[in-house]
């Protein structure tokens, strides 16, 4: 409750959760990332979409430092991303990702995979580390296959169980990459729901998706890039009525009449 106070009380810029600045990256020849500006607040919802081949994944990748930077700087909650060793460990607590894949330990059960990183890197005691991953568990709505083994699951429960290992850390922002994209259309909406839920309760959350649908009713604002550039930021209101580039323009009539 404290800390609630505190951050609402600061002043404008400590509200400023994660900031890249001049951001660069390349792959070899390919400039992957080009400058990118982009401040994400605490509790705001940023929908990155655009089209494949435009950078989105790699931007949510450099955010924990799973994709290294050129240049530029990134910051986390005011630090710059560290390089590497205990402290990447600990941002990684701090930075929950979800990828496409579900990234699950095949070999452990449901509740081992949401226990083990509050164990071995937030030193949790293990009874409350139990309780903690049934409540979430519970949360997102796969509470009876806390026994099970991630292949017994469904894809759409396996993504909201890797969802629940995330949130388990207490992170400060929640990274998405693509969660939906290697679901069945069928486990898709069972997914976008809790991720629906973490944004109205206030979850930090940076989200690259094909879902237009969760970027009108989630997002506070809507991240449009293209060949890794940012072309145009707006809240999704704005972008998806009266989009401001050709670019954009093209990229949503390609999209939104099917």
Known sequence: MTEVAVAKNSTA???DLVVLKSVNKHFGALHVLQDIELTITRGEVVVVIGPSGSGKSTLCRTINRLETIDSGEITIDGKPLPQEGRELARLRADVGMVFQS???FAHKTVLENVTLGQLKVRKADKKQAEEKARALLDRVGVG???????AQLSGGQQQRVAIARALAMDP???LFDEPTSALDPEMINEVLEVMQQLAQEGMTMVVVTHEMG???SAANRVVFMADGRIVEEATPDQFFSNPRSDRAKDFLSKILHH
Do not use: C, E, G
């Not at 009876?144 to 991630?150: F, G, H, I, S, V």
């Open 144 to 150: 009876t296959q806390a026994d099970k083994y991630p």
């Open 214 to 216: 969760f970027a009108r």
């Open 102 to 104: 579900f990234n699950l």
């Open 172 to 174: 400060k922002v929640m």
């Open 13 to 15: 810029s400590t509200s």
